[in-house]
C-alpha cells in the first residue's frame, strides 16, 4: 500500500502512448493496489498508469454507483450517437475543470486484474470515466478537448 506521486500537465510522460501489459505480474498487481490506493487518496474517479509515471496500458476507476474498476489493456469497442456535456477534471490538471462533449454511452473490453477478460457498459459518468481514462493511456488530456472554465472555484 503507496500512495503514488502524480504527473502534472507540462510532464511528457503524460504524452507518451502506453504499451499493453503482456503478463500481470506481482509487480503490476503491487502497481493496481498502490494505483487505487493514489486515486482514494486524491479523492479521483480515476487514474491511469501514465499519471504514475508507468507508461502501461493501466488504469482504474471508481463511481459511486457502480464501484471499483481495474482495466488492463482497455479497448473502446462501441460508442453511442448520443453524447453528454458536463463538466471534466483531472488529477493531472489540479485545480482546473472544463466542459467536455463524450459519448452518453461506451462499451468497454479490458483484462480485470486476474486477467479475466471483461466487458464494461458504461453510461453517464462511467462512460466519461472509461474515455476520460483510455485517452491518457494514448497521451491525450481532456483539455486538448475541453472548452475550460475560467476562475477559481
Ligand atoms: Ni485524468
Known amino acids: 500500500m503507496a500512495k503514488l506521486k502524480i504527473l502534472k500537465v507540462g510532464d511528457e510522460t503524460l504524452r507518451k502512448v502506453c504499451r499493453p501489459v503482456d503478463e500481470i505480474t506481482p509487480r503490476i498487481q503491487r502497481l ?3 494505483m487505487i490506493d493514489t486515486m482514494h487518496a486524491a479523492d479521483g474517479v480515476g487514474l491511469a498508469a501514465p499519471q504514475v509515471g508507468v507508461l ?4 482504474v476507476i471508481e463511481t ?3 464501484g471499483l474498476f481495474v482495466l488492463i489493456n482497455p479497448k ?3 460508442c453511442s450517437k448520443e453524447q453528454q456535456e458536463s463538466e471534466e477534471g ?3 490538471v489540479p485545480g482546473r475543470w472544463g466542459i467536455t462533449k463524450r459519448p452518453m454511452h461506451v462499451k468497454v473490453k479490458a483484462l480485470n486484474r486476474h486477467g479475466k ?8 459518468l462511467l462512460a466519461k470515466a472509461l474515455c476520460h481514462e483510455i485517452d491518457h493511456l494514448d497521451g491525450k488530456l481532456y483539455i486538448d478537448i475541453a472548452k475550460m472554465i475560467e476562475g477559481a472555484r
Open 32 to 34: 493496481i493496489d498502490d
Open 56 to 59: 502501461r496500458r493501466i488504469a
Open 64 to 66: 459511486p454507483n457502480e
Open 76 to 78: 473502446i469497442v462501441a
Open 90 to 92: 483531472c488529477l493531472s
Open 117 to 124: 477478460p471483461v466487458e464494461i457498459n458504461g453510461s453517464g
